[in-house]
């Protein structure tokens, strides 16, 4: 079968737009015909360099789809069920998994730039293409183990909810699973892109008091407002950390979410929430980046934690969020800037990059 997909084939260089073959799912594995995927900035740290994949590969990892074949003993999924990509997969019977962390089950400690065992189902001529966190959503169709793909309601628009696969969980989760922020308390949210105004839809949505946005770029502060900032800080013009504790008072705010991924503004985050706080990182650094903290800090009861896919109990909050979604309580189709071709993918990471937009949305014709 063949697919139109967008391949990496070098670090700094362009997503070449190309047909591949794709090969048939083996025993556990899925056949997805994408319906849209959302353009998410971690895929930008490979085209950089700064996150190291095999290559040639094709990214994405925010899709959402329809089942088109399985594999042998596939259990979880049949043919037609619409379904999003969990770029963390969960096995249902690890430790992990069984203690209700699926979002860091063993399956984890394989590579996944193939599929489970070890092959790849892209092929370029006779040439190998891998897989990105075995989703690959950057394609037409694709193959994924059974354990990536979650099976949600039909009636929800894929192009809309695929954004559920990373940015919403990565954010949203931050703070509802992560920090368990409180209602009536107060929330910093450090970078205002997709993640960002999601931690920050989250915590309006928990019944947070003050909602403190904070980024370099007006427009995305300003973004920030209509997911229920309170306050608005541009760090750019003034020290976001004596604004934060002048807004909330008592020494900063109660939890901070820093969705950026660089050493001084996780370094911010940390300062600006008072004894007894709680900061979640959510932000994805360059590989090899060191943090520098003043450790003090940490014995007045601040809780440094970090998070990976939003602590998702992925079978229950994907679909959660979809349903949020449907019943008008979670604002996704705001959070789109730009429904584009896959084409226009290279064009959407520059926009990415110039702060210019919230999400783009590939969508591929059916
Ligand atoms: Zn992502
Ligand atoms: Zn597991």
New binding site residues.
Partial sequence: MRTRAAVLYEPKQALAIEELEVLPPRAGEVLVRYVASGV???DLHVIQGLMEWRTPVVLG??GGGVVEAVGPGVSTVQVGDHVLTSYQPSCGRCPYCTIGRPNLCDLRDAPRFTMPDGTTRFRKGDREIFHFFQVSSYAERAVLPEHSVIPIRKDAPLDVVCLVS??VM?GAGAVINRAHVQPGSSVAVFGCGGVGLNAIQAAALVGAGKIIAVDVFDQKLEWSREFGATHLVNARREDPVARIQQICGRGGADYAIEAIGRPETIDQAFRSVHRGGTVVVVGVAPAGTKLSLDPLLLLQDRALLGTSFGSARQRVDLPLFVDLFMQGKYKLRELISRQIGLDELNHAYELLERGEVRRSVVRYPS
Wanted: net charge negative.
């Fill in positions: 998410c900035h971690s990892h925010e990373c940015g990565a």
